[in-house]
């Protein structure tokens, strides 16, 4: 039988363990015989995970334009063949930018989970052939009987076969934030999930206290954790970035149209060369290099450059508020991102267990504070109390302390945030509920150190999980050397064996009547969803190793305390402001309902009339209403896919958290994977494609925030360019074929061009801020990166602003727009003086030409920044001093070569021996005028849509 038919067949937790043990050929006392480990390991193969595969061409940050890459690169040989030694310069220099830029963003490997091969590098107790030895965990085999104490990570998936007081922390693997306890015996007939199956453990889980044997049934990949490793190889191949994919479809429309432009071109020149009977070599390449030139018009050229700046300005940023990225692309499917599944523990939660309330003296007081700080007091009706010379409180506070095994201690983080790097986190060394203990003493104005000097420890039971209590037994240090017991444990279980009460001092009668109330207030604060603890204790005449049963009977009740995992500071603020922004949040957990349902509706995340579902119910995910659920409790792993599946299904852009073993898949599988930088596991920080390192989901929030304005720059920027260039791509492509009249006198005005008027204003959209109220509009989910009405809008602007530029080139042309004193004036102006005056003409109208698309381009810029206000109100509201800086810079550039062309001109020319060619003309006060006032419609006409669509509603 190979090993998957064994695993598919033999559901371990529900067979006797003699079954087992002759199913694995071994023996419950010596273990496996060496000589059946050869054929176990052809059979099985090591315990260890399989490679994860990598794919380093996978992710594309910038945004993949390779086919505009490759067009640039075919151009720029064809250029080197047939052109002249400036234009292969500045083409290869093109070329070289962007390329580079592309592939180094591109060069990054896949690490998915390679931390999962480490699980297996440590070593392991087991017993073969009668002996107990170590050996390293990756030459375990299912039958190996393996040898589990207090702190170990478990090697490999086993069914217990012995235990003493055993409890796993199975977090990593299935999110429980309390340990889970354990037994040997317990068989059931029905198939149960993995936080029910409790005769087994799990590789990589840990022994959280006691110890245990186990029987080994599956290594590698045949464990859960190995199950999550084959999964991950299979989907190796998802990454598909919402940003990439419409970037890539835009680069290919692009492309298109760049090859039939060129085929147009080639063809329209090659038959005005034979017509003209010019068909040689020379015209040939001129012809050729034109084309391609010209054909490329139309492809935006730095916008991956820009894309990309945009994308690491995200990263900086986020850096300083605590979000580390990993893949450049996901900042903007987090500014997409529609839904946030979120854990519960340790991300809305401290995952630092509190008390906040406690039942004495037949009270109940009010305890504030949050997590593991000792900074809170007690209350009873909103007043400040002191309990310290309350008898009762006193013992209740020596129990908490006396019968306790935790510590707290302080930790340095490293994080990364604006005001510091490092942080001091105090963390609970044992179990989370004795640590909300200590510091509810800190609280009331004690310190631990001192109570426990006042004691002499005897000795202790150690918590039972099949009695749920523990007990320990202390010598007062006092002249009367009095010996106490003090018990804690499940309410219900205290109170049986409590035949009293301590109420501020004197001991009462405990009968049913009492016990009676005080369980219905214990249900209560459970419904609640806390955590309740019962304490006690008596003294006892004298201790000589007495049995338990014998000193565990007719205690004395001291109260109980109800405890809750508290909220983090700022959440509920931060979840409302996702709300706000149409984003959905939906709270997972392994907990219990009722506890999941108290934290949801104290976050605002679980309101009137929605829906809390167990894990077993998305079984059948069909008969759900996911649109009603916003808590999703007792949740397995494979459940988190199946909600992100979902509502991915939907067309929703999801973002997931998580910090465990358990959590990758579903990291893997969301469009933004989000681990927790603090608790999170290797496992959990490797497939994410961003790290958390506060733990904090205020800082998912930033996340978001940053995400959404990263994503309207990247919009605005490709607007820019789309609509720049298909504007100048028309009007370019339309006068190749009038050959009366070349539009540049040189190609170094149409380098000018697109050196510095489409350079500079994009530069300073690039530094630009994020909108006020980014965090207000609708998430954007798979919709197009210009939608509907954007392309709408651009079409119009592009034309708009076309008409004005043709206008000012044709009235010119026809002299509508006369030349005058100032053009032709030989000390101010660039002229040749054996320049015919049609030439002259055409000079002044490439000059207005080309001045007002420096002044329509510097300025259309204001129109679409914030395109559902108006330009005025955008300007009052979200005025940019570094955009209107550039933008003046730019125009000044223009001014200063168009006023000194004549001295410019000499000067490159003459003393460099350079031919620019540039030739501009001086133009008089009224040719300004009339630039700037043909640079009006594409500004005026957006204004006026941009008005009637606020009048109907219509969003951008």
Same mark, same amino acid.
Request: with cysteine; proline share 3%.
């Given at each position: ?76 040989? $064809? ?111 029905? @198939? ?83 017509? @003209? ?5 020379? @015209? ?46 996901? $900042? ?147 002249? @009367? ?19 009293? $009460? ?455």
């Amino acid at each position: 039988m190979s090993s998957t038919e064994l695993r598919s067949e033999i559901k371990y937790y529900n067979q006797p363990i003699e079954n087992l043990i002759n199913t694995f050929n071994t023996d419950i006392d010596h273990g496996l015989k060496s000589s059946e480990l050869n054929e176990r390991y052809l059979k099985f193969g090591y315990n260890e995970l399989p490679k994860i595969k990598k794919s380093i061409w996978k992710i594309y940050l910038a945004p993949i334009f390779n086919f505009l890459i490759l067009i640039l690169i075919i151009t720029g040989v $064809i250029i080197v063949i047939l052109g002249s030694a400036e234009d292969t310069i500045i083409t290869f220099t093109v070329v070289f930018l962007n390329s580079a830029t592309v592939v180094i963003q591109q060069f990054r490997a896949q690490k998915a989970l390679e931390s999962l091969r480490q699980i297996s590098a440590l070593k392991a107790t087991i017993i073969r052939d009668g002996n107990q030895f170590e050996v390293p965990n990756r030459e375990l085999v299912p039958g190996d009987i393996v040898v589990l104490e207090q702190g170990d990570k478990i090697p490999a998936d086993g069914r217990i076969i012995s235990h003493v007081n055993l409890t796993i922390d199975e977090a990593p693997l299935t999110g429980e934030s309390e340990p889970v306890e354990k037994i040997s015996n317990n068989i059931q007939d029905k @198939e149960v999930s993995i936080q029910k199956q409790s005769n087994m453990v799990f590789m990589g889980t840990y022994i959280y206290t006691g110890r245990a044997k186990a029987l080994i049934t599956g290594t590698g990949i045949n464990t859960e954790i190995g199950k999550i490793s084959e999964t991950l190889n299979e989907m190796g191949s998802i990454e598909d970035i919402p940003l990439t994919r419409k970037l890539n479809r835009l680069g290919y429309i692009l492309g298109t149209i760049v090859v039939i432009n060129l085929i147009i071109l080639i063809i329209y020149k090659f038959t005005l060369l034979l017509i @003209e009977g010019n068909f040689i070599q020379s @015209e040939i390449s001129s012809a050729l290099v034109s084309s391609i030139l010209r054909a490329t018009n139309v492809l935006p050229i730095n916008l991956p450059i820009l894309s990309t700046l945009v994308l690491i300005t995200g990263v900086l940023n986020m850096a300083q508020s605590g979000v580390i990225i990993k893949n450049l692309s996901s $900042i903007e499917s987090l500014g997409r991102v529609s839904v946030i599944c979120s854990d519960k523990t340790g991300t809305i939660t401290k995952n630092e267990m509190t008390v906040e309330k406690l039942w004495i003296n037949e009270n109940e007081y009010d305890v504030t504070g949050s997590g593991y700080d000792i900074e809170g007091k007690i209350y009873q009706n909103g007043t400040p109390i002191s309990l310290k010379e309350n008898l009762t409180f006193i013992k209740f506070i020596d129990s908490m302390v006396l019968n306790n095994n935790a510590q707290l201690v302080f930790e340095d983080v490293k994080i990364r945030l604006r005001e510091k790097r490092e942080m001091a986190v105090r963390r609970a060394l044992g179990s989370p509920t004795e640590a909300a203990l200590l510091v509810l003493v800190e609280k009331a104005g004690y310190i631990p150190y001192d109570i426990k000097k006042k004691y002499e420890f005897i000795t202790e039971f150690s918590f039972s999980s099949e009695l749920k209590r523990m007990s320990s037994i202390c010598k007062s240090n006092s002249n @009367e050397g009095d010996i106490f017991v003090f018990t804690k444990g499940a309410p219900e279980r205290i109170i049986d064996i409590s035949s009293s $009460i301590d109420i501020n001092g004197v001991i009462k009668p405990l009968d049913s009547n009492f016990r009676k109330e005080i369980l219905n207030k214990i249900g209560l604060s459970a419904n609640q969803g806390y955590r309740t603890l019962a304490l006690s204790y008596k003294m006892l005449s004298d201790f000589n190793n007495a049995k338990r049963e014998d000193v565990e009977k007719e205690l004395i009740l001291l109260g109980f305390v109800s405890i809750m995992d508290p909220p983090r500071k700022g959440v509920k603020e931060s979840i409302e402001q996702c709300q706000n922004g149409g984003i959905s949040v939906k709270m997972i957990t392994g907990d219990h309902p009722a506890t999941a349902k108290t934290i949801g509706s104290q976050m605002g995340i679980y309101k009137q009339g929605d829906l809390v579902v167990e894990g077993f119910e998305l079984k059948n995910p069909s008969m759900l209403d996911f649109e009603k659920i916003s808590v999703f409790a007792r949740v397995e792993p494979s459940d988190k896919e199946i909600i992100v599946k979902h509502y991915q299904d939907k067309k929703q852009v999801v973002a997931m958290t998580g910090d465990g073993i358990n959590d990758s898949l579903a990291l893997k599988l969301a469009n933004a994977g989000i681990a927790m930088g603090i608790t999170g596991t290797d496992v959990a920080k490797e497939t994410a494609d961003m790290v958390i390192s506060d733990d904090n989901f205020t800082s998912i929030e930033k996340g978001v925030r940053i995400g959404r304005g990263l994503f309207s720059k990247i919009r605005t920027i490709i607007y820019f360019f789309i609509c720049l260039n298909i504007m100048e791509a028309i009007i370019f492509f339309t006068y190749e074929f009038i050959p009366t009249f070349e539009l540049f006198s040189s190609e170094w005005q149409h380098i000018y061009i697109f050196g510095i008027v489409h350079s500079l204003p994009s530069l300073a959209l690039v530094i630009d801020r994020h909108p006020k109220d980014i965090m207000l509009e609708p998430p954007r989910d798979e919709q197009q990166i210009l939608n509907r009405n954007m392309w709408i809008m651009l079409l119009i602007q592009a034309f708009l602003m076309g008409l004005g530029l043709v206008l000012v080139l044709q009235l010119t042309i026809w002299q509508v727009i006369p030349l005058n004193e100032w053009n032709l004036n030989p000390t101010i102006s660039y002229i040749n003086p054996a320049s015919p005056y049609t030439e002259l003409v055409a000079q002044k109208a490439r000059t207005m030409f080309i001045t007002t698309i420096f002044i329509v381009e510097t300025n259309f810029i204001w129109t679409f920044r914030r395109p559902n206000k108006s330009l005025l109100r955008s300007f009052k509201e979200e005025f940019s001093l570094s955009l209107l800086v550039i933008c003046l810079f730019t125009l000044l550039l223009h001014f200063l070569f168009i006023t000194f062309s004549y001295l410019v001109n000499h000067y490159v020319n003459d003393v460099f021996g350079l031919d620019l060619q540039i030739n501009f003309m001086f133009l008089s006060g009224t040719d300004w005028i009339l630039c700037i006032l043909f640079a009006l419609p594409g500004i005026i006409g957006i204004e006026i849509m941009k008005y009637l669509a606020r009048e109907r509603n219509i969003q951008f």
